[in-house]
Protein backbone atom coordinates (compact mmCIF):
# COMPACT_ATOMS: atom_id res chain seq x y z
CA UNK A 1 0.00 0.00 0.00
CA UNK A 2 3.00 2.28 1.27
CA UNK A 3 4.52 1.62 -2.17
CA UNK A 4 1.95 2.43 -4.32
CA UNK A 5 0.76 5.68 -3.21
CA UNK A 6 4.71 6.47 -2.95
CA UNK A 7 4.57 5.41 -6.52
CA UNK A 8 1.77 7.51 -7.28
CA UNK A 9 3.33 10.79 -5.91
CA UNK A 10 1.84 10.79 -2.48
CA UNK A 11 3.96 11.25 0.44
CA UNK A 12 4.14 7.43 2.10
CA UNK A 13 5.48 6.07 5.76
CA UNK A 14 6.11 2.67 6.50
CA UNK A 15 5.81 1.89 10.46
CA UNK A 16 7.18 -1.10 11.08
CA UNK A 17 9.86 -2.79 13.64
CA UNK A 18 12.73 -4.76 11.99
CA UNK A 19 15.78 -6.48 14.03
CA UNK A 20 18.80 -4.54 13.53
CA UNK A 21 20.95 -6.67 11.34
CA UNK A 22 21.54 -7.44 7.58
CA UNK A 23 18.02 -8.65 7.07
CA UNK A 24 16.55 -5.67 8.88
CA UNK A 25 18.42 -3.05 6.61
CA UNK A 26 18.05 -4.95 3.45
CA UNK A 27 14.10 -4.47 4.30
CA UNK A 28 14.40 -1.21 4.61
CA UNK A 29 16.65 -0.17 1.55
CA UNK A 30 14.16 -1.95 -0.70
CA UNK A 31 11.35 -0.05 0.97
CA UNK A 32 13.89 3.68 0.08
CA UNK A 33 14.50 2.85 -2.88
CA UNK A 34 11.10 2.91 -3.93
CA UNK A 35 10.60 6.18 -1.96
CA UNK A 36 8.50 4.92 0.94
CA UNK A 37 9.83 7.19 4.08
CA UNK A 38 11.31 4.89 6.32
CA UNK A 39 12.24 7.63 9.21
CA UNK A 40 9.87 6.16 11.64
CA UNK A 41 11.01 2.17 11.72
CA UNK A 42 11.80 1.52 14.83
CA UNK A 43 14.31 -1.51 15.06
CA UNK A 44 14.80 -4.48 18.17
CA UNK A 45 14.11 -8.19 18.37
CA UNK A 46 16.13 -10.90 16.29
CA UNK A 47 14.68 -11.96 13.03
CA UNK A 48 12.24 -10.51 10.03
CA UNK A 49 9.33 -12.28 9.46
CA UNK A 50 8.68 -14.28 6.35
CA UNK A 51 6.39 -16.48 4.48
CA UNK A 52 6.54 -19.17 1.83
CA UNK A 53 4.18 -19.05 -1.58
CA UNK A 54 3.59 -22.09 -3.33
CA UNK A 55 2.49 -20.53 -6.56
CA UNK A 56 -0.46 -22.56 -7.69
CA UNK A 57 -2.03 -23.30 -11.21
CA UNK A 58 -4.85 -24.17 -13.32
CA UNK A 59 -7.02 -26.18 -10.87
CA UNK A 60 -4.65 -26.38 -8.12
CA UNK A 61 -4.60 -23.46 -5.40
CA UNK A 62 -1.68 -21.09 -4.35
CA UNK A 63 -0.39 -22.03 -0.63
CA UNK A 64 0.94 -20.13 2.10
CA UNK A 65 3.09 -20.93 4.61
CA UNK A 66 4.04 -18.47 7.42
CA UNK A 67 6.78 -18.16 9.70
CA UNK A 68 6.32 -14.89 11.51
CA UNK A 69 6.69 -16.82 14.97
CA UNK A 70 9.12 -14.58 17.15
CA UNK A 71 9.62 -12.22 14.73
CA UNK A 72 10.62 -8.62 15.59
CA UNK A 73 7.16 -7.33 14.28
CA UNK A 74 5.40 -9.61 16.66
CA UNK A 75 6.97 -8.73 19.66
CA UNK A 76 6.24 -4.99 18.93
CA UNK A 77 4.56 -3.74 22.22
CA UNK A 78 2.35 -0.76 23.09
CA UNK A 79 4.25 2.55 23.57
CA UNK A 80 7.00 1.35 21.35
CA UNK A 81 6.05 3.76 18.35
CA UNK A 82 5.51 7.53 19.18
CA UNK A 83 2.45 7.42 17.37
CA UNK A 84 1.65 11.29 18.23
CA UNK A 85 4.77 12.06 16.19
CA UNK A 86 4.39 9.75 13.51
CA UNK A 87 0.59 10.74 13.12
CA UNK A 88 0.80 14.47 13.78
CA UNK A 89 0.86 15.92 9.71
CA UNK A 90 -0.51 12.62 8.30
CA UNK A 91 -4.04 12.69 6.25
CA UNK A 92 -4.40 8.93 6.39
CA UNK A 93 -3.70 5.87 8.13
CA UNK A 94 -3.97 2.67 7.03
CA UNK A 95 -3.93 -0.78 8.86
CA UNK A 96 -4.98 -4.53 8.06
CA UNK A 97 -6.18 -7.32 9.67
CA UNK A 98 -2.79 -9.02 9.44
CA UNK A 99 -1.41 -6.70 12.23
CA UNK A 100 -3.61 -7.85 15.47
CA UNK A 101 -3.12 -11.33 13.69
CA UNK A 102 0.27 -12.10 14.28
CA UNK A 103 0.15 -10.88 18.41
CA UNK A 104 -1.55 -9.59 21.34
CA UNK A 105 1.17 -7.09 21.59
CA UNK A 106 0.74 -6.30 17.67
CA UNK A 107 -2.82 -6.11 18.33
CA UNK A 108 -2.43 -3.62 21.13
CA UNK A 109 -0.19 -1.82 18.94
CA UNK A 110 -3.11 -1.20 16.22
CA UNK A 111 -5.18 -0.20 18.74
CA UNK A 112 -3.09 2.54 20.73
CA UNK A 113 -2.34 4.01 16.76
CA UNK A 114 -5.97 3.89 15.61
CA UNK A 115 -6.98 5.75 18.81
CA UNK A 116 -4.39 8.37 18.44
CA UNK A 117 -5.73 8.71 15.02
CA UNK A 118 -8.71 9.32 15.80
CA UNK A 119 -7.77 11.63 18.50
CA UNK A 120 -6.22 14.01 15.58
CA UNK A 121 -9.04 13.63 13.50
CA UNK A 122 -6.94 11.39 10.93
CA UNK A 123 -8.44 9.19 8.46
CA UNK A 124 -8.23 5.45 9.57
CA UNK A 125 -8.67 2.88 6.40
CA UNK A 126 -8.37 -0.98 6.86
CA UNK A 127 -8.52 -4.11 5.25
CA UNK A 128 -9.93 -6.92 7.15
CA UNK A 129 -7.58 -9.27 5.80
CA UNK A 130 -8.80 -12.19 7.72
CA UNK A 131 -5.81 -15.18 7.57
CA UNK A 132 -7.35 -17.82 9.66
CA UNK A 133 -3.57 -19.54 9.44
CA UNK A 134 -2.05 -16.58 11.33
CA UNK A 135 -4.47 -16.54 14.43
CA UNK A 136 -2.50 -18.88 16.68
CA UNK A 137 -1.90 -17.01 19.80
CA UNK A 138 -5.31 -18.10 21.95
CA UNK A 139 -7.31 -15.20 20.69
CA UNK A 140 -10.05 -15.46 17.75
CA UNK A 141 -10.51 -12.86 15.27
CA UNK A 142 -13.84 -12.06 16.25
CA UNK A 143 -12.53 -11.32 20.19
CA UNK A 144 -10.37 -8.95 18.67
CA UNK A 145 -10.93 -7.21 15.39
CA UNK A 146 -14.34 -5.04 16.72
CA UNK A 147 -12.70 -2.94 18.80
CA UNK A 148 -10.33 -1.93 16.18
CA UNK A 149 -12.94 -1.54 13.72
CA UNK A 150 -14.52 0.43 15.38
CA UNK A 151 -12.03 3.60 14.97
CA UNK A 152 -12.37 2.74 11.33
CA UNK A 153 -14.03 5.58 8.57
CA UNK A 154 -13.52 3.25 5.42
CA UNK A 155 -13.21 -0.30 5.98
CA UNK A 156 -11.86 -2.95 2.99
CA UNK A 157 -12.97 -6.50 2.85
CA UNK A 158 -15.12 -9.11 1.63
CA UNK A 159 -17.58 -11.02 2.38
CA UNK A 160 -15.89 -13.77 4.01
CA UNK A 161 -13.45 -11.30 6.05
CA UNK A 162 -17.34 -9.91 6.91
CA UNK A 163 -18.32 -12.76 8.35
CA UNK A 164 -15.14 -14.51 10.21
CA UNK A 165 -14.21 -11.17 11.75
CA UNK A 166 -16.98 -9.34 12.42
CA UNK A 167 -19.77 -12.07 12.42
CA UNK A 168 -21.83 -9.84 9.69
CA UNK A 169 -23.65 -11.90 6.89
CA UNK A 170 -25.67 -11.11 3.75
CA UNK A 171 -29.40 -10.92 5.18
CA UNK A 172 -31.65 -13.44 2.63
CA UNK A 173 -28.55 -14.39 0.90
CA UNK A 174 -26.46 -17.39 0.02
CA UNK A 175 -22.87 -16.40 -0.35
CA UNK A 176 -21.78 -19.75 -1.63
CA UNK A 177 -23.89 -20.29 -4.22
CA UNK A 178 -21.57 -19.10 -6.73
CA UNK A 179 -23.81 -16.49 -7.30
CA UNK A 180 -23.81 -13.22 -5.34
CA UNK A 181 -26.03 -10.03 -6.36
CA UNK A 182 -25.09 -6.85 -5.68
CA UNK A 183 -27.99 -6.88 -3.01
CA UNK A 184 -25.36 -9.06 -0.62
CA UNK A 185 -22.63 -6.34 -0.31
CA UNK A 186 -25.14 -3.87 0.21
CA UNK A 187 -26.86 -5.84 3.12
CA UNK A 188 -23.13 -6.32 4.45
CA UNK A 189 -22.15 -2.40 4.47
CA UNK A 190 -25.10 -1.14 5.87
CA UNK A 191 -24.76 -4.05 8.74
CA UNK A 192 -20.93 -2.40 9.03
CA UNK A 193 -22.14 0.91 9.62
CA UNK A 194 -24.45 0.23 11.56
CA UNK A 195 -22.34 -1.95 14.26
CA UNK A 196 -19.87 0.68 13.64
CA UNK A 197 -21.21 4.11 13.30
CA UNK A 198 -18.01 5.90 12.59
CA UNK A 199 -17.93 4.15 9.48
CA UNK A 200 -18.75 5.93 6.64
CA UNK A 201 -17.54 4.12 3.51
CA UNK A 202 -17.00 0.11 2.90
CA UNK A 203 -15.33 -1.31 0.17
CA UNK A 204 -16.05 -4.79 -1.20
CA UNK A 205 -13.21 -6.58 -3.81
CA UNK A 206 -14.77 -9.00 -5.88
CA UNK A 207 -13.01 -12.10 -6.89
CA UNK A 208 -14.45 -14.24 -9.21
CA UNK A 209 -12.31 -17.92 -9.32
CA UNK A 210 -12.51 -19.57 -12.45
CA UNK A 211 -8.94 -21.45 -12.14
CA UNK A 212 -6.26 -19.93 -10.25
CA UNK A 213 -4.44 -18.28 -13.79
CA UNK A 214 -7.77 -16.95 -14.62
CA UNK A 215 -9.84 -14.62 -12.09
CA UNK A 216 -12.40 -12.26 -13.60
CA UNK A 217 -12.09 -9.04 -11.10
CA UNK A 218 -14.32 -5.74 -10.07
CA UNK A 219 -15.65 -3.96 -6.92
CA UNK A 220 -18.13 -2.12 -5.08
CA UNK A 221 -18.20 1.13 -2.36
CA UNK A 222 -21.43 1.86 -0.25
CA UNK A 223 -21.63 5.38 1.35
CA UNK A 224 -24.12 5.00 3.58
CA UNK A 225 -26.97 5.91 0.67
CA UNK A 226 -25.18 4.79 -3.03
CA UNK A 227 -23.36 1.25 -4.17
CA UNK A 228 -21.06 2.34 -6.87
CA UNK A 229 -20.10 -0.82 -8.76
CA UNK A 230 -16.90 -0.70 -10.66
CA UNK A 231 -16.03 -1.81 -14.40
CA UNK A 232 -15.53 -5.72 -14.56
CA UNK A 233 -11.81 -7.14 -15.69
CA UNK A 234 -11.34 -10.41 -17.38
CA UNK A 235 -7.68 -11.67 -16.27
CA UNK A 236 -7.25 -14.35 -18.45
CA UNK A 237 -3.43 -15.08 -17.67
CA UNK A 238 -2.40 -14.01 -14.38
CA UNK A 239 1.24 -13.10 -13.80
CA UNK A 240 0.96 -12.97 -9.65
CA UNK A 241 -2.17 -12.39 -7.77
CA UNK A 242 -0.07 -11.57 -4.33
CA UNK A 243 -0.37 -8.09 -3.56
CA UNK A 244 -3.78 -7.59 -5.27
CA UNK A 245 -5.34 -6.85 -2.65
CA UNK A 246 -3.06 -4.05 -1.14
CA UNK A 247 -2.51 -2.89 -4.92
CA UNK A 248 -6.68 -2.22 -4.67
CA UNK A 249 -6.39 -0.11 -1.34
CA UNK A 250 -3.31 1.70 -2.40
CA UNK A 251 -5.69 2.66 -5.24
CA UNK A 252 -8.52 3.75 -3.47
CA UNK A 253 -6.45 5.82 -0.87
CA UNK A 254 -5.17 7.67 -4.20
CA UNK A 255 -8.16 7.93 -5.65
CA UNK A 256 -9.92 9.37 -2.42
CA UNK A 257 -7.51 11.62 -2.11
CA UNK A 258 -6.95 13.24 -5.60
CA UNK A 259 -10.68 12.90 -6.75
CA UNK A 260 -12.02 14.46 -3.79
CA UNK A 261 -15.78 13.79 -3.48
CA UNK A 262 -15.86 11.25 -6.62
CA UNK A 263 -16.07 8.03 -4.67
CA UNK A 264 -16.83 6.24 -8.15
CA UNK A 265 -13.62 7.81 -9.85
CA UNK A 266 -12.18 6.35 -6.63
CA UNK A 267 -13.60 2.91 -7.11
CA UNK A 268 -12.25 2.66 -10.79
CA UNK A 269 -9.05 4.05 -10.30
CA UNK A 270 -8.78 1.20 -7.54
CA UNK A 271 -9.98 -1.50 -9.78
CA UNK A 272 -7.83 -0.90 -12.68
CA UNK A 273 -4.56 -0.44 -10.43
CA UNK A 274 -5.04 -3.86 -8.84
CA UNK A 275 -6.18 -5.20 -12.39
CA UNK A 276 -2.85 -4.42 -13.76
CA UNK A 277 -1.08 -5.39 -10.55
CA UNK A 278 -1.95 -8.95 -11.55
CA UNK A 279 0.20 -8.66 -14.43
CA UNK A 280 3.33 -7.97 -12.57
CA UNK A 281 5.46 -10.44 -10.55
CA UNK A 282 5.94 -9.33 -6.78
CA UNK A 283 4.24 -7.51 -4.12
CA UNK A 284 4.64 -3.87 -5.22
CA UNK A 285 2.60 -2.45 -8.22
CA UNK A 286 4.70 -0.52 -10.55
CA UNK A 287 2.30 0.79 -13.11
CA UNK A 288 1.82 4.53 -12.77
CA UNK A 289 -1.31 6.95 -12.77
CA UNK A 290 -0.98 7.86 -16.65
CA UNK A 291 -1.57 3.61 -17.08
CA UNK A 292 -4.15 3.23 -14.99
CA UNK A 293 -6.09 6.02 -15.57
CA UNK A 294 -5.59 4.36 -19.39
CA UNK A 295 -7.05 1.24 -18.09
CA UNK A 296 -9.77 3.46 -16.64
CA UNK A 297 -10.94 4.76 -19.32
CA UNK A 298 -11.12 1.26 -21.62
CA UNK A 299 -7.66 0.93 -23.02
CA UNK A 300 -7.11 -2.71 -22.51
CA UNK A 301 -5.53 -3.33 -25.82
CA UNK A 302 -1.91 -3.89 -24.34
CA UNK A 303 -0.53 -2.54 -27.17
CA UNK A 304 2.97 -1.60 -27.44
CA UNK A 305 3.53 1.86 -26.07
CA UNK A 306 6.73 3.50 -28.60
Not at 1 to 22: C, K, M
Not at 28 to 50: A, N, P
Not at 138 to 149: F, I, R, T, Y
Not at 180 to 205: L, W
Request: hydrophobic share 40%; proline share 2%; glycine share 10%.
Amino acid sequence: VAYSLANYGIDASLITRLPQNDMGRACMMELSKYGVDTSQIIYGGERLGIYFLETGAVARASKVVYDRAHSSFSSIRKGMVNWEEVLKDASFFHWTGITPAVSQGAADACLEAIQVANRLGVTVSCDLNYRKNLWKYGKKASEVMPDLVAGCDIVLGNEEDAAMVLGIHPEGMDVTSGHVEAEAYRSVSQQIMQQYPRVKKVITTLRGSINANHNTWSGVLYDGETLFKAADYDITHIVDRVGGGDSFMGGLIYGLLTYEGDDQKALDFATAASCLKHTIPGDYNLVTVEEVEKLMAGDASGRVSR
